[in-house]
């Protein structure tokens, strides 16, 4: 189709149902130039390797794993759990439970794991899916370092945990104003120098960045932090890691620089 009669139309089709701007406004071209502008200085996509983290690591046992739809990647929980074990990490935050898959997968490797999900009956209010909504927990129901805190991410009262956190975990609604509130109302929960924040979806495959996640991730941040956010290779994952490492950066198309062994055991 010729380039005017597209454009017509599109025009047309927004005419006709306005809600369509959304689609071109919230296009991941439209925001990467954005992003650009913001954040020139993040422009390089910076990325650490499993290597560079955890140059002592060879094996880690991701259990459970569902492989089942929407879920996160073998590489995401690894990340999770070395990160764990490498900061001694003893109290785990996650917002976004779901089948409770990475909060269990965390829970041997910490003392206290935290949960935030929104509440059955606010996602059935919502018009949820009831088939979805009962698979929430199905992991993690149960396991006795875990708890369930349930609402909603943008006005939970955290202080009331009278807590603070060696690792958090990101990974709830994805719009990016949602993630820059997740992020900037999280960060004065980090315990102490040492602690992580880990978001999930900052990709949308492990070579494309998604820039919808990765904006509420800078707008989210103090800005004297941004030099510490990294992409983490092979995984979905952005990563507050509070030291300067050798990093590389983001191309698509580049030599793997770890490549992984994967065994399946199949439990029923
Ligand atoms: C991608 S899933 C989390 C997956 C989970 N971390 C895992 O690996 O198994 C996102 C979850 O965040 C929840 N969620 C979305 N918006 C939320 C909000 N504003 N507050 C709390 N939870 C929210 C959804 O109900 C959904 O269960």
């Known amino acids: 189709m010729k380039k005017v ?3 017509i139309k599109a025009f047309i089709a927004i005419l006709k149902k306005p809600y369509l701007l959304n689609a071109v406004l919230n296009s991941e071209e439209l925001l990467e130039l954005e992003f650009q502008v913001l954040f020139p ?3 390089e996509k910076k990325q650490i390797s499993f290597s560079t983290l955890f140059p002592l690591e060879k094996d880690v046992n991701v259990y459970p794993y569902s492989f089942l ?4 990647l073998a590489t995401d929980f690894a990340l999770l759990q070395l990160l764990c074990k490498k900061i001694e990490a003893e109290d785990y935050f996650e917002i976004g439970t779901w089948r409770g898959e990475s909060v269990a997968n965390v829970a041997p490797y910490v003392k206290n794991c935290f949960t935030l999900n929104l509440s059955d009956d ?11 909504i009962q698979m929430h927990r199905f992991y993690s129901e149960g396991i006795k370092n875990v708890t369930h805190l349930f609402g909603d991410s943008k006005y939970y009262d955290y202080s009331g945990l009278n807590k603070k956190f ?3 975990f990101i990974d709830g609604d994805h719009h990016t104003e949602s993630v820059k509130s997740d992020t900037s109302m999280l960060f004065p929960f980090l ?4 602690s992580v924040i880990v978001w999930h979806d900052a990709k949308l495959d492990t ?16 800005q004297e932090t941004h030099k510490h956010i990294y992409l983490v290779e092979n995984t979905l994952c952005a990563i507050y890691w509070p030291y300067d490492l050798a990093f590389s950066k983001l191309v698509k198309n580049t030599s793997p620089e770890n490549t992984f062994d ?7």
Do not use: F, H, W
Request: a positive charge; hydrophobic letters at 30%; proline letters at 2%.
């Open 5 to 7: 009669s597209k454009a």
């Open 262 to 268: 994967i065994q399946l055991r199949i439990k029923k």
């Open 191 to 194: 315990k102490n120098e040492k």
């Open 122 to 132: 606010v996602m059935l209010k919502k018009g949820l899916d009831k088939s979805y």
């Open 207 to 222: 070579e494309t960045c998604r820039y919808e996640v990765l904006m509420g991730i800078y707008q989210g941040m103090p």
């Open 41 to 43: 200085s993040a422009n």
């Open 166 to 168: 060696d690792l958090i």
């Open 69 to 72: 739809s929407g879920s996160s």
